[in-house]
């Protein structure tokens, strides 16, 4: 993508018309096919290095997201009065709150899911038809029609339909919602939930679902849990990039189409690497938003977030899904003379009518596997995070082997299995996939996942043991001419790695 010719589009919009995330932000639109109808919002960032959750089981502390909001701004919005739910008990306006606010959420505990206090990451307002949903208690809540709200048989959205182009999940006479009346009808009274398991309940029953003719303000935000609680029901959220790990969704075109850039982000971090409290940790980039997006061709954010983490002696990697990251090859090198450098792509499977129909929108799998093999040249260690495996599709003995076979061909330094992760959000889009593409396998994802986000442990042992026991008969990461590709400062990884326990690494 040439950036150099593209016409800027004058776009000076009323302050009150900016997402909040946006107020002071830069507005602009470039005049080009692949990114008609997306804007992009120029910020000044307050810090660079983002703190991975003590709670995380992922080998690194330390994330760099110089992009925010672009592949995965959320369409699911409620009315500006809705009240959320805060971490003291009280209740606010989804309209008031801000970046920081404490609030509940819930998180999986097995087979159950139970509150947890949680933080709003991003928070922003659009415009959309609005629809009313009244339920058995004689309450209502007014959100878009892409609003997913969590049931009895979960996540629903407020409409849809059985066949079409709308089929998905949606509310109807028999979804009765999780949620906390009692706290609902006192939002003064300070109380806690955390660690109450999420319950439905009849009075949450929706008894209508009407539209409202007329379009208004809407809120949503992104929250560390992927949800909040929205007068007194459980309500889904943005979950960046967490729910699209098989979409490329770079330009934004599935969503709000909107792109957060933090213009400063290298000088901000220089800032933070110059600490005397820093103390050189491993920093992982490409964990939540892939820093090669192809915006990237135009802010060239990346070539100075490089050289700032070799010039404070600090370790990083990188994980992309693209090829624009081979731009920034010679710095790469540079850095790595300097300081610990790994990096890795991200190829789940190497059959070509399967990549065309699960991710259309991505280079291809040869094309990443090129990318490995330049960066290993270059004398940059790369690995490949083998994710997603998809059950039943891509975890045949045969297709295995052939996906390690390529991946050690490309002179890969290791390879890391994920199977596939249904999050909610992800679960809906790929479900919605099979069910029009492999009718067949619903049942065996249905009996295999049933409601949980990931596939048994004895499952993921079992994949994780079959590629291991391949990654040694194609010699994965023994005919590397690099150093070994590293998420974090250790030895030389084995040729395998399991993915981390109950977390997936995510590039959008």
């Given at each position: 993508?040439?950036w150099d010719?593209?016409?800027?589009v004058?776009?000076?919009?009323?302050?009150?018309?900016?997402?909040?995330?946006?107020?002071?932000?830069v507005?602009?639109?470039?005049?080009?096919?692949?990114?008609?109808?997306?804007t992009?919002?120029e910020?000044?960032?307050?810090?660079?290095?983002?703190?991975?959750?003590e709670?995380s089981?992922v080998?690194?502390?330390?994330?760099?997201?110089?992009?925010?909001?672009?592949?995965?701004?959320?369409?699911?919005?409620l009315a500006?009065?809705t009240?959320?739910l805060m971490?003291?008990?009280?209740?606010?306006?989804?309209?008031?709150?801000?970046?920081?606010?404490?609030?509940?959420?819930?998180?999986?505990?097995?087979q159950?899911?139970?509150?947890?206090v949680?933080?709003?990451l991003?928070?922003?307002?659009?415009?959309?038809?609005?629809?009313?949903?009244?339920?058995?208690?004689?309450?209502?809540?007014?959100?878009?029609?892409d609003h997913?709200?969590?049931?009895?048989?979960?996540?629903?959205?407020?409409?849809?339909?059985g066949?079409?182009?709308?089929r998905?999940?949606?509310?109807?006479?028999?979804s009765?919602?999780?949620?906390?009346?009692?706290?609902?009808?006192?939002?003064?009274?300070?109380?806690?939930?955390?660690?109450?398991?999420?319950?439905?309940?009849?009075g949450?029953?929706v008894?209508?679902?009407?539209?409202?003719g007329?379009d208004?303000?809407?809120?949503?935000?992104?929250?560390g849990?992927?949800?909040?609680?929205?007068?007194g029901?459980?309500?889904?959220?943005?979950?960046?990039?967490?729910?699209?790990?098989?979409?490329?969704?770079?330009?934004?075109?599935?969503?709000d189409t909107?792109?957060?850039?933090?213009?400063?982000?290298a000088?901000?971090?220089?800032?933070?690497?110059a600490?005397?409290?820093?103390?050189?940790?491993?920093?992982?980039?490409?964990?939540?938003?892939?820093p090669?997006?192809?915006a990237?061709?135009?802010?060239?954010?990346?070539?100075d977030i490089?050289?700032?983490?070799?010039?404070g002696?600090t370790?990083?990697?990188?994980?992309?899904?693209?090829?624009?990251?081979?731009?920034?090859?010679?710095?790469?090198?540079?850095?790595?003379a300097?300081?610990?450098?790994?990096?890795?792509?991200?190829?789940?499977?190497?059959?070509?009518?399967?990549?065309?129909?699960v991710?259309p929108?991505?280079?291809?799998?040869?094309?990443?596997?090129?990318v490995?093999r330049a960066?290993?040249?270059?004398?940059?260690?790369c690995?490949?995070?083998m994710?997603?495996?998809?059950?039943?599709?891509?975890?045949?003995?045969?297709?295995?082997d052939?996906?390690?076979?390529?991946?050690?061909?490309?002179?890969?330094?290791?390879?890391?299995p994920?199977?596939?992760h249904?999050?909610?959000?992800?679960?809906?889009?790929y479900?919605?996939?099979?069910?029009?593409?492999?009718?067949?396998?619903?049942?065996?994802?249905?009996?295999?996942y049933?409601?949980?986000s990931y596939?048994?442990?004895?499952?993921?042992?079992?994949?994780?043991?079959?590629?291991?026991?391949?990654?040694a008969?194609?010699?994965?990461?023994r005919s590397?001419?690099?150093?070994?590709?590293?998420?974090r400062?250790?030895?030389?990884?084995?040729?395998?790695?399991?993915?981390?326990?109950g977390?997936q690494?995510?590039?959008c």
């Amino acid at each position: 993508m040439r950036w150099d010719t593209l016409r800027l589009v004058d776009v000076e919009p009323a302050d009150g018309a900016l997402p909040l995330f946006a107020k002071g932000a830069v507005v602009r639109q470039f005049d080009t096919p692949g990114f008609r109808g997306i804007t992009f919002y120029e910020i000044q960032a307050r810090s660079a290095l983002n703190r991975v959750p003590e709670a995380s089981q992922v080998p690194f502390r330390w994330t760099v997201n110089p992009y925010r909001g672009c592949s995965h701004a959320c369409v699911y919005c409620l009315a500006s009065d809705t009240p959320i739910l805060m971490a003291d008990g009280r209740t606010r306006p989804i309209a008031e709150l801000e970046i920081g606010d404490a609030i509940y959420g819930t998180e999986g505990d097995g087979q159950a899911r139970r509150y947890a206090v949680t933080e709003v990451l991003a928070h922003w307002s659009t415009v959309k038809p609005a629809f009313r949903i009244t339920l058995a208690d004689g309450r209502t809540l007014v959100a878009s029609d892409d609003h997913r709200f969590l049931t009895k048989r979960g996540w629903e959205h407020v409409i849809g339909a059985g066949r079409g182009p709308m089929r998905r999940p949606h509310l109807g006479p028999k979804s009765e919602l999780a949620g906390v009346e009692e706290i609902a009808k006192a939002p003064t009274e300070a109380a806690s939930i955390e660690g109450t398991p999420v319950v439905t309940s009849a009075g949450l029953r929706v008894v209508s679902v009407e539209a409202l003719g007329t379009d208004i303000a809407m809120y949503d935000m992104t929250t560390g849990t992927g949800d909040f609680v929205a007068d007194g029901v459980v309500s889904h959220n943005c979950f960046a990039r967490k729910t699209h790990e098989y979409l490329d969704l770079d330009s934004g075109h599935d969503f709000d189409t909107k792109i957060v850039v933090k213009v400063n982000v290298a000088e901000r971090l220089r800032a933070e690497l110059a600490r005397p409290s820093w103390q050189r940790e491993h920093v992982a980039l490409g964990t939540n938003v892939d820093p090669y997006q192809r915006a990237e061709g135009r802010y060239e954010l990346m070539p100075d977030i490089i050289s700032a983490l070799a010039d404070g002696g600090t370790p990083f990697s990188i994980l992309t899904k693209g090829t624009l990251i081979l731009r920034d090859l010679e710095r790469l090198a540079a850095a790595a003379a300097r300081v610990d450098v790994g990096t890795a792509v991200s190829v789940g499977f190497v059959d070509e009518g399967l990549w065309r129909s699960v991710e259309p929108g991505t280079p291809s799998p040869a094309r990443r596997l090129a990318v490995c093999r330049a960066l290993n040249d270059a004398g940059i260690g790369c690995g490949v995070l083998m994710a997603p495996i998809l059950p039943y599709l891509t975890d045949s003995p045969e297709m295995l082997d052939a996906t390690v076979g390529a991946i050690a061909a490309a002179g890969a330094t290791h390879v890391t299995p994920i199977v596939l992760h249904l999050r909610p959000g992800a679960r809906e889009w790929y479900s919605g996939w099979l069910r029009e593409h492999r009718a067949d396998l619903v049942p065996r994802y249905r009996e295999l996942y049933g409601d949980r986000s990931y596939a048994p442990k004895s499952y993921q042992t079992q994949i994780a043991e079959q590629v291991q026991a391949l990654a040694a008969k194609h010699n994965v990461g023994r005919s590397s001419s690099a150093g070994p590709g590293r998420w974090r400062r250790t030895k030389a990884p084995p040729a395998t790695r399991p993915g981390p326990a109950g977390e997936q690494l995510t590039i959008c």
